[in-house]
């Protein structure tokens, strides 16, 4: 079994993934939205996690706290089914076998949903080096994708079906560098 976060079609068209070894790998497709776009699945894979991660620690098994089910609805997920599972691993191991809170799932500022800002801050998205006349479709692609995501990298990645590390890679093979600019 294989799994990615790439479009392998398109890594494949841009010469950046063997088509010989997509044919051998490409069995049985499966397409699995983000957990992020499954918000019914967060509470139910967290408690799987709960009651098989304390069992492989040597930990007593603690219950999830209603905050922290709210915080955990709350969260974007960015890191996927995998950042649930080791905020929930984490969570077991610095609880102390009480109930989970927020703290302990260490979620951060994202834990608490904030209100909107009334003006985004400005991003601008500029060439790395000297340009041409040419331009790159790939260049188009992730250009466009961090115009629609207000420069949030991790939700531009996330629209391209990519990870945030390689939209970095792409956006440093392309030339594209953020240039973030403060709120006024």
Known sequence: MSATNTDLTR???????????????????LQIPPIADRPDDILPLAEHFLATLPREEGVVAPSLGEPARDALLQHEWPGNVRELQNRIHRAT?????????????????ATVPSPQPTRAAPVAVRPAGPTSDHVDPDRAVIEDALVRAGGIVSKAAADMG???????????????????????
């Open 11 to 29: 890594a494949i068209a841009d010469g950046t993934f063997r088509e010989d070894l997509f044919f051998r790998l490409n069995v049985i497709e």
């Open 162 to 184: 990519v990870s945030r590390q390689a939209l970095y890679r792409r956006m440093e093979r392309v030339g594209i560098v953020l240039e973030r600019r403060p709120k006024v």
């Open 93 to 109: 191991l610095v609880c102390g076998g009480k109930a989970i809170t927020p703290e302990h799932l260490g979620l951060g500022a």
